[in-house]
């Protein structure tokens, strides 16, 4: 039976076990950790609705209750101006 670990916060993680019912999660983007999350910034190539690069907590900016961004849609968006959603 496969097993992985999720971090899913500062010293917060989750063991997940059992029969392969579904891909694993990606790796983070920026450190290779397994992730829970998926960019909600704007898309990076055409056809994509947001930029869905796979990150980790550590490596996500929250940005409201159902909005996480990687760091460089981050940037654009402050770049940009833009102060919320």
Do not use: W
């Not at 029969?19 to 704007?42: I, V, Y």
């Not at 490596?59 to 460089?72: I, R, T």
């Amino acid at each position: 039976m496969p097993c992985y670990a999720i971090k899913i916060g500062n010293d917060v993680g989750v063991l997940c076990c059992g029969r392969s019912h579904g891909p694993k999660p990606k790796p983070c983007f920026a450190c290779g950790e397994l992730t829970t999350l998926l960019c909600d910034g704007p898309p990076r190539k055409p056809g994509m609705k947001t930029c869905d690069r796979a990150i980790c907590a550590g490596h996500s900016v929250h940005v409201d209750p159902d909005s996480d961004f990687c760091f460089d849609c981050q940037k654009l968006r402050q770049q940009q101006g833009v102060l919320s959603l």
